[in-house]
């Protein structure tokens, strides 16, 4: 028998004490439930149920989730979270789920890879998988038909690889044959090992897009982190921890048409919403603490920052396109995105306002006060979802007690806190509406299909349909599809369907002048976009790109700006000086303007001044676009282009000159071409200086200052 002693006695009763009367000391954080458990919690949006699709062990720690046209699903375990992945301890993993008997089920789990370092994302490609697993992405195939990769190529490599939360992740195949990432700006050095003979390319600051049928791999703009949502027309959204749903819509190529830029955002937060959301589970210890000391500490430097500990967006992810047929035309083009930290499920309604490039992004009013789903199991996390061939949303749970990167938890917090409990569990679940019988889950073999009952399917009403049969049209390479495609396209009532055969036209290296033609003149705006970038190849068809600007679609008035942007010739200057007359509020219409060559041309602010409408009345963005031109000029530092600009802010009155002194003082500091100044420079600046105001006057000297005169 134990014989206690006093010291030991006193303890345990105290102990005992602590946990009767306040059980939070014992126990602060509560046990996970089972799959029928936890599936009681939720609270869904009237008209739907959910249910368990697979769960532990056949998953484990799910973070996505993929059909292919073999009828397998693919999912990705991510065991290193949250630390670090460890050389010779690798945990990531991918599973193969298959229905093996024909009934819709899974019944199969096979361990496809392992070993993986911090594999967070799949796509199906050529038989096989590209897989994120940061330094690399890699393409991983089974040959041989036993379930496991035998095929294990590194694609590409070199991408930053510490912090799970922020790595290469969100794999998707888009409308325009290019595989898109989310890199979260994170910097890189990226080589192709299919292509050793490409330079390196530097990924900081942006996203990655790839095409492998093309060796083709470059920079993209915007900063996601984990989830990345293609709408039909090729449109991104992605997900940042609290920033719950962003759009770029400038792609890089354009951005970066010359290297004089100032500092500038590529995506915009498009939610009307803000932070706010509207949760159901009760706030972990950890949080609520750290988050009381982040406010006092706040409050003591009276910086009147608030901070949120629940009701907030902080872990957003996964933001995923619903494009499915099986929720109804009313939910068709909706964003899911989870909040892991929230335990919930958010749904996003995209609209498309007059003028603005970008969309907004608001809740449904049947969803004003709620979530689409909120559970009160504080287990419960979405990590990301997928719609598959059902036409049914799949929420990928990686299901675990505490979802946060150790070193952002004080030491002391994480005292009682077991940051890998929850390995042994995993849930995907099935979400349907009740409406009707529900469906099978169908899980369908495509790869035994002729090309031409492909190209049957590029209409099909699910957007898993069609980009799935358009991928594989464009593996196929079967030229003898040429003709019907082109025939389908012209005769095809279905715009999303005419988009996929456009593109698979392009892939096939057979597009023409009559189909982009056809393109720019089609009655759905998203074709007409994509018919846009196209054009470009042809300067023939730069009136109608012209004409394009002024398109009721500001998608396609805005892609038509960024196109026509692309051109040398005379008739684009004065286009560009009417478009920055009537849009330059807008930060990306001064951001598509100033990044061609022919809208921060020296000619530009002068044709600006002689149509004597921009500089009749100042405002915000009319300033903010005279800085920004005079950054890019003071950072190109051309023949007489300075020189030139000071004289053109000579004949305008002293608001003009300050914002575009201030904006030449801060380009000539960073720009690479340092030269002494010449008279013009030393005499426009004098001139301007005559009779000038103590705020010009000071502007004057930054000027100076930065040229050392």
Excluded: C
């Amino acid at each position: 028998m134990t014989i206690f002693s006093k010291n030991r006695l006193d303890f345990f009763v105290l102990s005992v004490f602590l946990f009767l009367y306040f059980p939070g000391f014992a126990q602060r954080y509560v046990k996970g439930l089972s799959p029928q458990e936890s599936m009681k919690t939720f609270q869904l949006q009237e008209g739907f149920g959910i249910e368990p699709f697979v769960t532990e062990p056949d998953v484990l720690l799910p973070v996505d989730m993929v059909f292919d046209e073999h009828g397998n699903v693919y999912v990705v375990e991510m065991g290193d979270y949250p630390y670090d992945a460890k050389p010779g301890n690798f945990k990531g993993r991918i599973r193969l789920l298959k229905d093996t008997n024909g009934d819709g089920k899974i019944d199969k789990s096979y361990v496809f890879a392992e070993e993986l370092p911090s594999a967070t994302s799949v796509l199906p490609w050529k038989g096989g998988l590209i897989v994120t697993a940061a330094p690399d992405i890699l393409y991983l195939k089974d040959t041989n038909g036993d379930f496991k990769a035998d095929v294990k190529e590194i694609l590409f490599t070199g991408f930053f690889a510490k912090n799970s939360e922020a790595q290469i992740t969100s794999l998707r195949f888009g409308v325009d044959n290019w595989i898109y990432a989310n890199n979260h700006g994170q910097g890189g050095q990226i080589t192709s090992k299919r292509n050793p003979g490409a330079a390196a390319l530097d990924v900081s600051g942006g996203d990655f897009r790839f095409r492998l049928d093309r060796g083709l791999f470059e920079v993209e703009s915007g900063s996601g982190q984990f989830g990345l949502a293609l709408d039909d027309w090729g449109h991104r959204f992605v997900t940042q921890n609290t920033l719950h749903i962003q759009q770029s819509p400038i792609a890089s190529r354009y951005i970066h048409r010359h290297n004089f830029m100032p500092t500038y955002r590529s995506e915009t937060n498009i939610s009307d919403h803000e932070l706010v959301m509207f949760q159901k589970s009760e706030t972990p210890y950890w949080r609520q603490q750290r988050s009381n000391r982040r406010q006092a500490k706040y409050d003591s430097l009276k910086s009147g920052y608030k901070e949120y500990a629940r009701d907030h967006f902080t872990g957003a992810s996964g933001g995923t396109f619903y494009g499915g047929d099986g929720f109804g035309a009313s939910f068709y083009g909706s964003i899911f995105t989870g909040d892991v930290s929230g335990n919930l499920v958010h749904r996003d309604v995209l609209k498309s306002v007059s003028g603005q490039p970008v969309y907004l992004a608001s809740r449904d009013d049947k969803e004003k006060d709620h979530e689409f789903l909120a559970a009160t199991d504080t287990w419960f996390r979405p990590a990301n979802f997928t719609v598959g061939p059902d036409g049914y949303l799949y929420i990928v749970d990686m299901y675990r007690q505490h979802i946060e990167t150790p070193v952002s938890i004080p030491e002391d917090l994480k005292s009682d806190m077991d940051f890998t409990n929850g390995d042994k569990y995993g849930r995907i679940w099935r979400v349907f509406p009740t409406n009707g019988q529900k469906r099978d889950v169908q899980l369908p073999d495509l790869s035994a299909k002729k090309s031409e009952e492909l190209v049957a399917l590029l209409s099909n009403p699910n957007q898993w349909w069609r980009l799935t049969v358009q991928r594989m049209l464009l593996e196929r390479q079967d030229m003898s599809m040429v003709a019907l495609l082109k025939k389908t396209f012209t005769e095809s009532k279905n715009a999303r369907g005419r988009l996929h055969i456009f593109y698979v036209l392009e892939g096939l290296n057979s597009l023409d002048e009559e189909i982009v033609k056809k393109a720019l003149n089609d009655t759905e705006p998203g074709v007409r976009e994509h018919g846009l970038v196209l054009a470009e190849k042809y300067p023939q068809y730069l009136p109608k790109i012209i004409k394009l600007t002024e398109d009721v679609s500001p998608q396609v008035a805005f892609q038509a700006t960024l196109s026509l942007g692309q051109f040398s010739e005379k008739e684009v200057l004065p286009i560009l000086v009417n478009i920055a007359e009537k849009q330059a509020e807008n930060a990306s219409y001064r951001l598509a303007i100033l990044s061609s060559n022919q809208g921060s041309s020296a000619d530009f602010p002068e044709l600006l001044l002689s149509r004597g409408v921009f500089f009749n009345k100042s405002s915000e963005g009319k300033l903010k676009f005279i800085e920004d031109f005079a950054f890019v000029a003071g950072s190109r530092n051309g023949k007489n282009e300075i020189s030139s600009l000071i004289s053109i802010l000579s004949k305008t009155e002293k608001n003009w000159q300050i914002a575009g002194l201030n904006g030449l003082t801060k380009g000539i500091k960073r720009s690479k071409n340092k030269k002494e100044a010449d008279k013009s420079i030393v005499k426009g600046l004098q001139k301007l200086e005559e009779g000038a105001s103590e705020d010009v006057k000071k502007a004057i000297t930054g000027v100076r200052n930065s040229l050392a005169i």
